[in-house]
Structure formats: C-alpha cells, structure tokens
C-alpha cells in the first residue's frame, strides 16, 4: 500500500501545466458534445467496487496502459448537477444517479496520467459514463478474474499491496478529493474544506490544512453526503461555467454561511 497518500497527492500537485501528448491523443480520440459539454466515455472499461450491502453507486475507476509503467487512470463520480440538484431544491432521486452497470449516467471525471508512480498530468471533465461492473468485494473468483487485470494496475499505480479492494478504492477517492481541494484553493474560489481539528476534522469555509495536504474537500459521494453535494454546485458554477467577480463573491458569502448551518455532524 502506497506509505502516505495524502503524502502522495501534495507532492503531485504541481502538474496542471505538464504536457502529456498521451493525455491530450486520449482525449482527441473521444466524442465530445458540444451540447451537454461532456465527453462520451461510454466505451472505457469503467467498474464499481463495492461491498453486496451497497445500495447506490457514486464512484467508478478506469485504467489504461499507455506503456510500461504508465497509465491514465479515471475517477469517475457521479454528477448530481444533472439530476436537477440545487442548494434551494434539494430534491434528487438517488436511483437516477446510482452508476448502475450497463446504464448511462452523467459523470464528473477526474483524468491522472501516471508515469513511474508520479502524476506527469491531468485533467477535469464532464462525461457520459457506462459501467461494465458492479463488482463486489464478496464477488466469487470467476466475476474478479475477468477485471483482475484493471484491478492490479490499479494496485500497481498506487504502489498498494494486498486484496482490501475497499481502502484501494478509498486511497483513489482521496487522491481525486484532495486534487480538488487545492484547485479551489490556488483558485482562490469558494469552497468547504475539511480541516484537521483538535480531537476530530472540521468544516469551513476557510483551509487550514488536512492530514499534511494543504487543502482537502469532500466531493466523491453525492448520493449520501450533503457535503459532496454541495462541492458539486461549487464545481459546476466555477469549473464549467464562466463567473463574475459578483458570482464570486455571492458564493463566498454562502459558503461562509453554509459552513456554519449544514453538516455540523456530516463528519
């Protein structure tokens, strides 16, 4: 298992600027709707791994082998935005959401272009997702083998040892967490971080530092954290969308005040 990933993603975070002629080829060979602004990933090999008491799907991983020791790998997280969520109508079906196998769902897609264990670049988009497989930790031998393939470069991008597909797919979801914590704050754009504290983490609106990273959120569950929904809004407003300083500063007030209303037990 990778020794820190919090360790893992701040010593990787200076790589917006890289390159990768890999990355860019990838993405130059996917359908992109001008419409929906979203890229159409409907034929990656994207998989679910999750426990059999699972009821909803909020994330998916992909993986492809550029060459020896390297690899784009996708951290795919269902996008609520497209389901009619907003902070005043709260109202979603989770269901419509779920990154059920063989459905198209809408995705926000996380891109890493990994090159001997270091992030050489990325890249953050809109997508059209399809799953293969909902896999499960408790799935038999014969349903594992047929991605046991993704699964080790998985493993194997990430330098983790074992078979507790549960904490892989956690150190991926904190990787993609943490990229997006400091985007907003290099951005200097209105965000909920999660901050260490005394005896246990808190949220604010201002970022204080989490476990040795210099800005962490929480984005990677929208299904079931009112956090991750939250950070959705803020991603779709000032990721995708152009903004005003107005539109800045509106939102830096409502965060300011969601910070102090919402999710004082969300942690």
């Avoid at 991008?157 to 797919?169: H, K, M, R, W």
């Amino acid at each position: 298992m990778c020794d820190n990933v919090y360790d893992y993603v701040n010593k990787r975070m200076n790589v917006m600027c890289v390159r990768s002629f890999a990355l860019e080829d990838k993405l130059k060979g996917l359908y992109f709707c001008p419409k929906s602004n979203r890229y159409d990933l409907t034929k990656e090999k994207i998989i679910t791994i999750d426990s059999k008491y699972t009821k909803v799907y909020d994330d998916a991983l992909s993986i492809e082998e550029v060459s020896d020791n390297h690899y784009i790998v996708g951290i795919h997280i269902t996008d609520i935005n497209s389901l009619g969520y907003n902070l005043e109508n709260a109202c979603y079906k989770k269901v419509c959401g779920s990154l059920i196998e063989g459905v198209k769902r809408d995705a926000l897609t996380l891109y890493l272009e990994v090159k001997d264990n270091s992030v050489i670049a990325m890249k953050f988009l809109k997508s059209i997702i399809k799953v293969n497989c909902n896999l499960k930790f408790e799935n038999n031998d014969s349903v594992i083998n047929n991605y046991k393939k993704s699964i080790d470069l998985l493993k194997k991008t990430i330098n983790f040892e074992g078979d507790n597909y549960s904490l892989l797919v956690k150190q991926y979801m904190i990787l993609y967490n943490g990229i997006i914590g400091r985007i907003f704050y290099d951005l200097d754009l209105p965000c909920l971080y999660i901050n260490d504290g005394i005896n246990r983490p808190f949220l604010s609106n201002k970022c204080y530092g989490y476990q040795g990273l210099i800005a962490y959120s929480y984005i990677t569950s929208p299904l079931t954290s009112k956090l991750s929904r939250i950070m959705q809004v803020l991603v779709e407003t000032f990721c995708f969308n152009d903004y005003t300083d107005d539109d800045k500063k509106y939102w830096m007030e409502k965060v300011k005040k969601l910070s102090k209303k919402y999710l004082k037990n969300e942690l």
